[in-house]
């Protein structure tokens, strides 16, 4: 049996360096695939193979004194749902402040997935911002009065968000697992926001706990060749097809390589003659 896991920790890392050759070193051994980044900030990384190995790296990054508190979100999927290893250091765990100064360790309260749940029932018009790109809550989002979900292609994008929204009021945010709001917490407390939330665990650990019989709607996008995650055999498609408007969660790259927008597009859609092509280029065909 295979897993994929997902983690991340925010630890000072004195060594970046040191840590990704042991990172590299350790998941070659122990043949697994995916993606790890490392920074002065922590790290962060999402892995999958055979159940005993996942299990081998977990002891062995239970033993190391920065990352023996790292929590695990497990997954169904296979190691090759990520067609390489990729160990990377970079200057921030998650890019959203380049040159900026903040205090990335000093993070809002998490609200565990039934206090996030419960929150939202007795709060119906907080204001909740999901901190994904567009083409992630394009399928799927939790049902709240005032949801939040900014247009944007990548998470540093969301700054210019952050400037609508009232600093007096609380705010909750939410991600996939957990670490873009955790971040986007800490520079949103550096903003001045008064009152944060974060959903401890991320959309992943709700889906777990609730199903689709909670606030959660529609699939979770995940960065791997799965493209999405359906938490029931009840998930919902909320996503619309950009060619017949038809319920979908499949996202596809356009087959313009100049293009390869990652776009929605049904199954019924994609043997079509513009179903492997976005909008975008079937205008400019059609013109």
Not at 107 to 119: E, M
Request: net charge negative; aromatic share 10%; proline share 5%.
């Amino acid at each position: 049996m295979q897993k994929i896991i997902l983690f991340y920790t925010f630890v000072p890392v004195p060594d970046p360096q040191t840590v990704m050759f042991w990172q590299r070193n350790l998941c070659e051994r122990l043949n697994l695939r995916g993606r790890i980044i490392i920074s002065t900030q922590g790290i962060n990384g999402t892995l999958g193979g055979d159940m005993d190995d996942v299990k081998r790296y977990i002891r062995d990054m239970n033993k190391h004194p920065l990352f023996k508190g790292t929590q695990y979100k497990w997954s169904d999927g296979v190691r090759e749902d990520f067609p390489r290893l990729s160990v990377k250091v970079r200057d921030e765990l998650v890019t959203l402040a380049p040159g900026e100064q903040f205090d990335v360790f000093n993070s809002t309260r998490g609200l565990k997935p039934k206090a996030w749940h419960k929150y939202l029932e007795d709060h119906p018009d907080a204001i909740v911002l999901d901190a994904r790109n567009d083409y992630e809550s394009d399928i799927g989002a939790f049902k709240a009065k005032n949801v939040i979900k900014p247009r944007i292609k990548n998470f540093r994008d969301i700054k210019p968000e952050l400037d609508k929204l009232p600093k007096d009021q609380p705010v909750l945010t939410y991600c996939t697992g957990d670490i873009r709001c955790e971040y986007l917490s800490a520079y949103m407390k550096h903003k001045g926001f008064d009152e944060v939330y974060h959903l401890d665990g991320g959309i992943v650990k709700y889906g777990q706990e609730f199903g689709d019989d909670g606030l959660w709607e529609g699939k979770c996008f995940v960065f791997d060749d799965r493209l999405n995650l359906a938490f029931s055999d009840q998930a919902k498609d909320i996503g619309e097809c950009v060619h017949c408007g038809g319920p979908t969660s499949n996202h596809e790259n356009c087959a313009n390589k100049a293009c390869n927008r990652l776009v929605l597009i049904c199954k019924d859609c994609i043997d079509s003659e513009v179903g492997q092509y976005c909008e975008l280029e079937v205008e400019l065909h059609e013109a």
